[in-house]
């Protein structure tokens, strides 16, 4: 009997740590993430981590459904998320396909605090460090570090990218373009059905179909 409750004793402990080996891994993959962009100070970084939160999703939930207003930004440590638009037929058409170390959210709705425009789902079971706007907002105004960090991201993802993705669109087919997306995710189509890619490019499923045929 003694015997069994220290053997449970001891695999508790171990599941303890080994979640806490987990959780520093990740907090390493957040800081690296934001040190693509800028270096951060200890200090910085600390009070960083006093306000992250954790938390698991599984394939199929909601993240952020349409109509809620965002509280959060998502950092993807583990999985996929997608963000989409329904139209009135019930049609969907994906907004964009985040993978493990992107940040996901509804930014309109976050910044301006609004209804959100567009659902987001787990594309696979996902763990997530989770930062609240509040707070992410307060490190930004008392932070000359990660100010500097705030301002790369916005112009990296909000005018670097957004100028190819446009420029891609009009002067690249969509051979072309799922090239690329395998270039920047090498087992992407391998992990997210085809339905959610094709949308995410812009065409039909069929359309994929015949584009992965042909490659081979």
């Not at 040190?35 to 009070?47: G, H, L, N, V």
């Not at 969907?92 to 987001?120: G, H, M, Q, W």
């Not at 112009?155 to 373009?177: G, P």
Request: glycine content about 2%.
């Amino acid at each position: 009997m003694w015997w069994t409750y220290f053997v449970h004793f001891i695999d508790l402990n171990l599941t303890n740590h080994l979640m806490h080996l987990d959780k520093e891994k990740y907090l390493a993959q957040l800081k690296s993430k934001i040190e693509a962009y800028a270096p951060i100070r200890t200090a910085t970084w600390e009070s960083l981590k006093a306000v992250v939160q954790f938390q698991t999703i599984e394939k199929g939930a909601f993240l952020l459904r349409h109509g809620q207003i965002a509280r959060n930004l998502h950092f993807i440590a583990k999985g996929a998320l997608r963000a989409y638009f329904t139209d009135s037929e019930g049609d969907f058409y994906n907004k964009n396909i985040f993978l493990e170390n992107d940040l996901a959210c509804s930014t309109v709705s976050l910044l301006r605090k609004i209804p959100s425009s567009f659902t987001i789902e787990a594309l696979e079971d996902c763990i997530l460090i989770n930062i609240d706007n509040i707070h992410y907002r307060r490190l930004i105004d008392e932070y000359i570090d990660f100010k500097n960090y705030y301002i790369a991201y916005l112009e990296q993802h909000w005018v670097v990218e957004k100028e190819q993705r446009e420029v891609s669109i009009v002067m690249e087919n969509a051979t072309e373009r799922y090239l690329k997306l395998l270039e920047m995710h090498p087992n992407i189509d391998q992990r997210i059905a085809q339905r959610h890619l094709s949308s995410h490019l812009g065409i039909t499923p069929t359309q994929l179909s015949r584009i992965r045929k042909n490659l081979k």
